[in-house]
């Protein structure tokens, strides 16, 4: 079982930055990758931003150049870094873990990050 706790959400102006941080507890050793998704109201669940063991990333397309990913093994922490943030990037965050060979599967409570205009 792996827990995983969000924090650093909030409000923010946009063109602001926010930085999310979501710690893992339990057996973390088999996670293999670890990230963000997102879910506006009234819209499916997306992806973000992803980060593997090896420390290869995945970001969408809409987020590129804006949204940064980390990894802290030693902490078993992941943050994403949020720069120049506008409106269509509000949504609920949730932290999300896959073990090896996506066996399993662990999501966090989410946490709210609204852009005012």
């Known amino acids: 079982q792996v827990r995983l706790v969000e924090s650093g959400g909030g409000l923010v102006q946009a063109g602001g930055s926010l930085r999310l941080s979501c710690a893992a507890s339990?057996?973390?050793?088999?996670?293999?990758?670890i990230g963000w998704y997102r879910q506006a109201p009234g819209k499916q669940r997306e992806l973000v931003a992803t980060i593997n063991r090896a420390g290869s990333t995945h970001l969408a397309d809409s987020v590129k150049g804006r949204f940064t990913i980390s990894r802290d093994n030693a902490e078993n922490t992941v943050s994403l870094q949020m720069n120049s943030l506008n409106a269509e990037d509000t949504a609920v965050y949730y932290c999300?873990?896959?073990?090896?060979?996506?066996?399993?599967?662990?999501w966090g409570q989410g946490t709210q990050v609204t852009v005012s205009s």
């Open positions: 999300n873990a896959k073990t090896d060979y996506g066996a399993f599967e662990y």
């Open positions: 339990g057996s973390t050793f088999s996670i293999y990758a």
